[in-house]
């Protein structure tokens, strides 16, 4: 069955700081991977995703993300975090079938100043 | 730009009412999708659609039915709201996958509803 864990609940880093966000998912397939932010009551936006081709992946805000396949990661990061990154950020995988798609439990970021 | 709008983005009800949240977008997807969001468990899919009248079952269907009566218009239904079904629901619609392929989800801004 597929699944996806973001094994951490709660972030903090301080601004100007490196982050990183890890993802893990099950799937049986070639996986295409995604991940989201949400702001506070807002709803999810596209950071970037991963189809195929190279496994560095650039997005929006200066994000990347590096699929891995032996270790079935996915992992977000950015080199330099904004206090504006504060938000919740949410992996998942699609599959083909209907195009549905299988959440991580998310990763709420904290920015210290 | 994809939009994807839903019909309140607050709402407060009485336990037993029947809840109607509609959710509409504008890039002609054939799949839409209605999820809820609760702390620390993250998207649940209730239900999705991938064409006008047709619908699925998603992970959390209990409680919850839908309507696909036009391509553009999504609709949520709790047939009678319970203290439990008091969530954040998000509509997304993505345009169709093709065979060994997926495509991105566009999400509307949400609804919190509240069931006293």
């Known amino acids: 069955a597929q699944s996806v864990t973001q094994p951490d609940i709660h972030i903090t880093v301080s601004e100007g700081a490196s982050l990183e966000l890890r993802c893990n998912y099950s799937y049986g397939a070639t996986p295409y991977l995604f991940w989201y932010v949400q702001s506070p009551g807002q709803g999810l936006q596209l950071l970037l995703k991963y189809f195929s081709g190279d496994t560095l992946v650039q997005g929006i805000k200066g994000f990347e993300a590096e699929f891995k396949r032996s270790q079935s990661s996915f992992n977000l990061r950015k080199p330099s975090v904004h206090w504006s990154d504060a938000a919740e950020y949410f992996c998942a995988v699609g599959v083909y079938n209907f195009n549905k798609f299988y959440f991580g439990s998310g990763t709420k970021l904290n920015v210290k100043p | 730009d994809v939009k994807v709008t839903q019909s309140s983005r607050y709402l407060v009800k009485r336990t037993g009412e029947k809840v109607f949240l509609e959710c509409v977008q504008d890039?002609?997807?054939?799949?839409m999708f209605w999820y809820r969001q609760d702390p620390g468990l993250g998207l649940r899919l209730i239900y999705f659609?991938?064409?006008?009248?047709?619908?699925e079952k998603g992970d959390i269907p209990e409680g919850y039915s839908v309507s696909r009566e036009k391509k553009e218009r999504f609709s949520l239904i709790l047939e009678s709201a319970s203290t439990n079904q008091t969530s954040m629901y998000l509509c997304?619609?993505?345009?169709?996958?093709?065979?060994?392929?997926?495509?991105?989800?566009?999400f509307g801004p949400g609804t919190r509803l509240t069931v006293l």
């Open positions: 997304a619609s993505s345009p169709p996958a093709g065979v060994g392929v997926t495509d991105t989800q566009y």
């Open positions: 659609s991938y064409d006008v009248k047709m619908k």
């Open positions: 890039m002609d997807h054939e799949n």
